[in-house]
T-cell receptor, first 114, second 116 residues
Framework: KNQVEQSPQSLIILEGKNCTLQ??????????LRWYKQDTGRGPVSLTI?????NTKSNGRYTATLDADTKQSSLHITASQLSDSASYIC?????????????FGAGTRLAVHP | DTGVSQNPRHKITKRGQNVTFRCDPI?????LYWYRQTLGQGPEFLTY????????KSRLLSDRFSAERPKGSFSTLEIQRTEQGDSAMYLC??????????????FGQGTRLTVV
């Protein structure tokens, strides 16, 4: 069964600290892995997309890693800011029927406190 | 704003009523997707259009749900005889075709449905 599992479910950190969010997946055939940021009450916004051959990708203070052998990914946030408070969703894509079908994790809810 | 637009943003309805949501994708995108998201969960796939053709429907899309994209531009999602379990955020996304491995999907702000 195609599944994406994220940990932790929720996380509280102090402003300025770093954190790492985890994602494990059992999706096949794998196409790519994406991390989205979703503010409360809003739609998800893409942070990074990585294909099978990419091990790491950065977007500002966000750095995603991918280990396709162990089917694990992580999202590292550096020097957190209050505006980083949101849900971070790991999404694995499988290319089927001519389009990318997105399988979403439940997300990690991050709260950054001053 | 040239992003994906969804209306209304919020909808409160009584159980048993019908509701319709609208999604306007990014203008050059010919692929359109509907998802449903309940509190604390990730979005779940409902259906997918390429132009006006509805190419895939999830088993989550019961016979009370219908989606259309009549001219290959905007799309509507209708729920008939709403139930309390239909309360959720309904998200629309669009992307370009032909797709590649890295084709980006852009999401709208969603329509929050509350059935009372």
């Amino acid at each position: 069964k195609n599944q994406v599992e994220q940990s932790p479910q929720s996380l509280i950190i102090l402003e300025g600290k770093n954190c790492t969010l985890q994602c494990n997946y059992t999706v096949s055939p794998f196409s790519n892995l994406r991390w989205y940021k979703q503010d409360t009450g809003r739609g998800p916004v893409s942070l990074t997309i990585m294909t099978f051959s990419e091990n790491t990708k950065s977007n500002g203070r966000y750095t995603a890693t991918l280990d396709a052998d162990t089917k694990q990914s992580s999202l590292h946030i550096t020097a957190s800011q209050l505006s980083d408070s949101a849900s971070y969703i790991c999404v694995v894509s499988l290319f089927s029927g001519g389009y990318n079908k997105l399988i979403f994790g439940a997300g990690t809810r991050l709260a950054v406190h001053p | 704003d040239t992003g994906v637009s969804q209306n209304p943003r919020h909808k409160i309805t009584k159980r048993g009523q019908n509701v319709t949501f609208r999604c306007d994708p990014i203008s050059e995108h010919n692929r359109l997707y509907w998802y449903r998201q309940t509190l604390g969960q990730g979005p779940e796939f409902l259906t997918y259009f390429q132009n006006e053709a509805q190419l895939e429907k999830s088993r989550l899309l019961s016979d009370r749900f219908s989606a259309e994209r009549p001219k290959g531009s905007f799309s509507t999602l209708e729920i008939q005889r709403t139930e309390q379990g239909d309360s959720a955020m309904y998200l629309c996304a669009s992307s370009l075709s032909p797709g590649t491995l890295n084709t980006e999907a852009f999401f709208g702000q969603g329509t929050r449905l509350t059935v009372v």
